[in-house]
């Protein structure tokens, strides 16, 4: 009699499946995030528009400006970063895309089933915007006070680092741009929408802080000075030539100012992790 030998089987492949841990949805925000080319084309905008417009005005201003004429210290630094407002819409908008992208995609709901508790993802995509922007930011900072040293001779300007004000400015416009991202950020994950985050953060920075603050009553002025952009931008502000990003006077100290930023920002993500658990993806 013969037997016949059983068949085998599909040979069964072991899964590791490992944690979500706040590191590994670091790595996956930081993934799709480079993965995009909108973010390098977003980056590079904002680097070349806000570095080359330093060195231009700084050039038409050595031209016109006659050579008798003093010039007081800070105007080098707020001269040669006078492209910061063309960053801050680009990096607001950058922040607002950080988050509210991926709901226009639906990708957000495959995000939250990796990461059940929602807040450390919305926390993770926070980290890994904020932070391409700080480093976008600084290499905009660099380029443009290099391309601008050659020309502030001739324009009577300095720049000069050990100086406290022209340290401030050049140092601290990293950190306002990245604060301002961040505004962005939480504007995009409250609204959930791409065009609704930037109307909303744009019209503020650019409609409402600056057209409030052109109304003569007293009250108004004294409240305007304390929204997120024009007190955040008290860091940047040069005591001779004033703010390259506000037109709204100020008596705010730069690092109170800049801490009043700060608080509309985790003001606006706490309730943006509230509706988080709350509302459906």
């Not at 603050?213 to 305007?224: M, R």
């Not at 990003?245 to 100012?257: A, E, F, I, M, Q």
Request: hydrophobic content about 55%.
């Amino acid at each position: 009699m013969s037997t016949l030998a059983p068949t085998p089987g599909p040979a069964r492949t072991r899964v590791t499946v490992h944690p979500v841990t706040f590191r590994r949805l670091l790595a996956s925000e930081w993934v799709k995030l480079r993965s995009l080319r909108s973010t390098w084309w977003a980056l590079a905008v904002a680097v070349v528009a806000g570095a080359a417009l330093g060195p231009l005005q700084t050039m038409s201003v050595a031209g016109v400006i006659p050579d008798d004429v003093v010039r007081p210290d800070g105007m080098g630094a707020a001269y040669a970063l006078a492209g910061a407002p063309l960053a801050l819409l680009t990096f607001c908008t950058f922040g607002v895309l950080g988050v509210a992208g991926e709901y226009g995609t639906g990708q957000i709901r495959s995000t939250l089933v990796a990461a059940p508790t929602r807040l450390p993802a919305l926390l993770a995509k926070l980290v890994v915007t904020v932070a391409a922007v700080l480093v976008a930011s600084t290499v905009m900072v660099a380029v443009a006070v290099a391309a601008t040293l050659p020309v502030l001779g001739r324009a009577g300007m300095t720049l000069d680092l050990t100086r406290p004000e022209d340290a401030r400015i050049v140092l601290g416009m990293p950190l306002f741009l990245a604060a301002a991202s961040a505004l962005g950020f939480t504007f995009g994950a409250l609204t959930r929408s791409t065009a609704a985050g930037i109307t909303v953060v744009l019209g503020l920075v650019l409609v409402v802080e600056n057209g409030l603050g052109a109304i003569p009553w007293a009250p108004l002025q004294e409240l305007v000075v304390y929204l997120p952009a024009n007190a955040g931008a008290r860091l940047v502000t040069s005591d001779a030539l004033g703010s390259v990003l506000s037109n709204v006077p100020s008596t705010l100290p730069p690092w109170t100012g800049f801490g009043v930023m700060l608080a509309w920002v985790a003001g606006l993500l706490a309730v943006a992790c509230v509706l988080l658990r709350r509302r459906d993806a």
